[in-house]
């Protein structure tokens, strides 16, 4: 998948953004799946009030060309995967059979039943204006990011994002606004701190996103039970996010955060928590 992504930004003339400026590169490569239910799992009929029944299973390729000199990340990622696999009920009933909770019974429902492939490119660029060390080694930055997708999730996003405290790992590796449905996060890196003391961190940021489709609400190419209309969704779609993060011990760090975002769906379908 490395290999496509590669040609897919040669296309796309993303590496003009990079090639005559000196820069590193890394790699991520990721799998997974997410699920998506309406509030009531109990009922077998499809609900057209309500959030459908949807799962992606995914692979996914991450670039990552780091230019030092102006502080700048340059991000590519390429996700292929399935829409509507029927083992997405296998795997949700299983996990709440494990925690007791409630079977669900709509996943018949789902959009793409049956499954079809799909795919998303996606293209960001992450700009730090500054970094300002104060007492005791706390420090915060600041920065800016621009991203655009095409494929299941299509769509244009601005945001901003802000972290100060103890901070060891590298201005290149924080990238909270990655977070929407697949959490394709740049490459992990470790701290750079040498006198023993842990990262400690608070963070905070917002973002605007323009949405022109999404699969996961509207369907693809298969028929499916629920779907929304562009008409009923609302295009706009705003962020905010605030968390704080600790290092423990051999590297490992954990994050408690919190985010809200307003609604995608519109009108009276809208009142219903997605």
């Known amino acids: ?6 040609a897919l930004n040669r296309f796309s003339r993303a590496e003009n953004l990079y090639d005559d400026r000196d820069n590193f590169q890394r790699h991520n490569f990721e799998f997974g799946f997410t699920l998506f239910t309406p509030r009531d799992i109990s009922a077998a009929e499809p609900l057209s009030n309500d959030h459908p029944y949807a ?3 995914f692979v996914s390729s991450t670039q990552q060309r780091i230019v030092p000199e102006s502080k700048t990340v340059y991000q590519s990622s390429l996700t ?3 829409l509507g696999l029927n083992i997405a009920d296998d795997v949700q009933g299983l996990i709440h059979s494990a925690f007791g909770s409630d079977e669900p019974k709509g996943w018949g429902n789902q959009i793409s039943a049956g499954g079809e492939p799909t795919a998303k490119y996606g293209v960001s660029c992450q700009k730090t204006y500054f970094q300002r060390a104060g007492h005791r080694g706390l420090r915060g930055e ?3 990011s621009l991203e655009a997708n095409i494929g299941f999730s299509t769509d244009a996003t601005v945001g901003l994002s802000w972290r100060w405290g103890r901070i060891s790992t590298p201005w290149w590796s924080f990238n909270p606004h990655q977070a929407e449905y697949i959490n394709l996060g740049a490459p992990v890196a470790a701290t750079t701190a040498s006198n023993g003391r842990k990262e400690f961190y608070f963070w905070a940021g917002a ?4 949405r022109f489709y999404n699969a996961i609400l509207q369907g693809q190419f298969r028929d499916s039970e629920v779907t ?3 008409s009923e969704l609302e295009s706009l779609i705003a962020e905010v996010w605030i968390g704080v993060t600790k290092e423990l011990k051999n590297g490992l760090s954990t994050s408690l955060f919190l985010r809200g975002r307003t609604s995608e769906i519109g009108g009276f379908r809208g009142r219903i928590p997605v």
Request: glycine share 10%.
């Open 55 to 57: 799962s992606l299973f």
């Open 1 to 6: 998948m490395d290999g496509w992504l590669t």
């Open 142 to 144: 600041f920065k800016t």
């Open 228 to 230: 929304f209309q562009r």
């Open 207 to 210: 973002s605007l996103k323009y």
């Open 80 to 82: 292929v995967g399935f």
